[in-house]
């Protein structure tokens, strides 16, 4: 097993030399996977994980830290000499649990949850933007229209608000109008309307910032090209029109390391934990099909992050206090979703809890702000590695049960469409990448 998961890095590697390779290049003879089951069981993992810690996050999503320091451990509130101890980063493991919003977010958000008083398990729209690509990728596959385009994920958005989910529960129409207008607008622009009243160039989309939308929707990608990151990022990169400047880079390579973490061998110590997590890191700086890294006088915007958020950890020398400063400090941050900015938490908790994905969480939601982006895409590439088993039932069951209470959802038949198109040979063309 082992020799063959060195095999398909390899190979993995070897694609990614190729760099803006054709389309028939970059696509695998064999599925990479040992056996189905084994693939359904990362590619599980990641969206379990993904929502359940969007979940975990909904409920303290830019809250102020005195009202969830009541609720959790908070590092905010130690010492600043205090340095973090391999104790507490147990303490933290242990501690992680689904939150309910009725005291913290009682009323219902566009981007947060949809039901009042929302139960433990409700996720936001981390989750949420994922369901509109599966709904791309499952009605293309239906009707037998793959590969699904930029225009296909379009259309896909505008069609959410009149699918069944929502249709059918009318305090959703208002939350989901407000939601998604500004993807809407630059969908309509994308399909040809030049109505300013609907329309709008998508390179106008929330004012030209670099967001992390792309790593709230694109992300289950990487389940379709596992061990092929340079055919994930091409995807995401094809399909991201809500993706501006660095973020079309940035959210792509994520994909692409992603499509790395679900072929790599589980980490069982925390030593396979680092190698496995800088294995990923270097997936992401080696995957550049258009050559960022050869734009003069510009640091690629990937390389950029990935080498602050380790300089963050190295200063910070074990202190949380001092970390959380740097990063808010140095992080050229605004509003914390930038998708610059949820790359370097993320990467940065990791290393900072010695690689323990489950700390690493539970200092992100100490960390505050857009605790809901942070901890699903920590979750995303913990899960991918690990499994579902990173989680146990009583947080799993939960999250499953929300996400057929209130959108019609199951996790378990996505993981069954994105396994199933992985499959080449079925699914030669599932992205049109030009």
Avoid at 282 to 291: A, K, L
Avoid at 299 to 324: C, N, Q
């Amino acid at each position: 097993m082992h020799s063959k998961i060195i095999r398909r890095v390899f190979l993995s590697r070897s694609v990614l030399a190729f760099g803006a390779a054709t389309c028939s290049q970059l696509a695998f003879a064999k599925d990479p996977f040992e056996d189905e089951r084994t693939a359904r069981s990362r590619v599980r993992g990641m969206l379990i994980c993904s929502a359940i810690c969007d979940a975990i996050g909904g409920p303290i999503e830019f809250q102020k830290s005195d009202a969830a320091s009541k609720l959790m451990s908070n590092c905010r509130d130690w010492a600043n000499d205090r340095r973090i101890a391999s104790e507490d980063l147990q303490q933290f493991a242990s501690e992680l649990r689904l939150l309910s919003y009725e005291k913290l977010r009682p009323k219902t958000e566009p981007y947060g949850q949809w039901r009042a008083a929302a139960p433990p398990g409700t996720v936001t729209d981390d989750t949420r933007h994922k369901m509109i690509l599966i709904n791309a990728l499952r009605e293309a596959t239906t009707t037998e229209q793959l590969p699904i385009s930029e225009h296909d994920l379009a259309t896909a958005y505008l069609k959410f608000a009149n699918s069944e989910p929502i249709v059918k529960r009318p305090e959703y129409e208002a939350l989901c109008e407000e939601s998604f207008r500004e993807f809407w607008k630059s969908a309509h622009w994308l399909l040809g309307s030049r109505d300013l009243k609907i329309a709008a160039p998508p390179a106008r989309i929330w004012g030209g910032e670099a967001t992390c939308v792309g790593q709230m929707t694109l992300l289950p990608l990487a389940a379709i090209y596992p061990g092929n990151p340079l055919r994930a990022y091409r995807a995401a990169y094809a399909l991201g029109f809500f993706d501006v400047g660095p973020a079309k880079d940035i959210n792509s390579a994520i994909v692409a390391g992603l499509a790395d973490a679900l072929c790599q061998q589980t980490p069982t110590n925390p030593r396979e934990r680092k190698a496995a997590w800088q294995a990923i890191a270097q997936t992401m700086r080696s995957t550049d099909p258009f050559r960022y890294t050869e734009v003069p006088y510009v640091t690629r915007p990937v390389e950029r992050w990935l080498d602050f958020a380790h300089k963050v950890v190295d200063e910070a020398e074990g202190h949380p206090h001092r970390l959380f400063k740097k990063l808010e400090q140095q992080g050229e941050v605004r509003y914390y979703w930038e998708s610059h900015f949820i790359l370097a938490l993320v990467f940065a908790a990791i290393e900072f809890c010695d690689y323990d994905p489950l700390a690493a969480m539970y200092l992100i939601l100490n960390f505050g702000h857009d605790t809901d982006s942070g901890a699903q895409l920590l979750g995303a590439f913990a899960g991918a590695l690990h499994g579902p088993e990173l989680f146990p039932d009583h947080l799993q069951k939960p999250v499953v049960r929300q996400l057929a209470e209130d959108y019609d959802q199951s996790l378990d038949q996505w993981a069954d469409l994105l396994v199933s198109l992985s499959n080449r040979e079925k699914y030669p063309n599932v992205v049109t990448i030009e």
